[in-house]
């Protein structure tokens, strides 16, 4: 298990830290960390399933990479309020953002907030599907992106950016698998913002 020391003192010598929420086989945080091409940054992956940590830890092996197998709640209470430079979350589960599930989520990216620095961004990349498979109409994604924004404005974000599709270079097998299906799986990227006081 991580604690708050342990975490710190490896994240300490960076100028800023990357955090990747469920970050599978580590494919999407490879590309993030090389599309930055930072060596000041720390890049810090998350994921509970120990056999794709252990695929992630095969292919990410620079030193300013840390992974972590844990769950997300029990890792972010580990870091200090004001930690983290960005958050990343590319399609959470559906306790992590449903609507039907929302009194679940909330509380956790409340959390998120408070571990963000000022400035700091949470991306989430999530999906809508019509819940008997049908294509999803314009008026469905259009209801629920604005109910989505809604959330996060109220949990105290700032919109900086959103987008209906997933940036350029995030990739990974689910991401591909729905882009090939548009009409059925609308996606929307928000790009959250910690406003400064």
């Not at 992590?96 to 998120?112: G, H, M, N, T, V």
Request: hydrophobic share 35%.
């Amino acid at each position: 298990m991580c604690s708050q020391d342990s975490i710190v003192s490896t994240t300490s010598k960076f100028h800023k830290v990357v955090v990747e929420l469920g970050i599978g086989d580590g494919q999407l945080l490879e590309k993030v960390a090389r599309n930055q091409k930072s060596t000041n940054t720390c890049y810090v992956g998350i994921e509970i399933d120990a056999k794709q940590i252990q695929v992630a830890s095969d292919k990410l092996r620079e030193n300013n990479v840390y992974l972590i197998n844990e769950s997300f709640e029990k890792v972010l209470s580990c870091f200090p309020d004001n930690y983290a430079d960005e958050f990343i979350f590319v399609l959470p589960p559906p306790n992590y953002i449903d609507r039907a599930k929302e009194s679940l989520w909330i509380p956790f990216y409340q959390d998120i907030y408070k571990k963000l620095k000022e400035k700091g961004t949470l991306t989430i990349v999530t999906e809508i599907t019509n819940d008997l498979l049908e294509p999803v109409t314009d008026d469905e994604f259009r209801t629920w992106k604005n109910w989505l924004i809604c959330r996060f404005v109220n949990l105290g974000f700032m919109i900086k950016e959103s987008f209906d599709d997933s940036p350029v270079y995030y990739r990974s097998h689910y991401l591909e698998q729905f882009r090939g299906d548009r009409s059925r799986i609308k996606i929307i990227t928000l790009i959250l913002i910690k406003p400064s006081f």
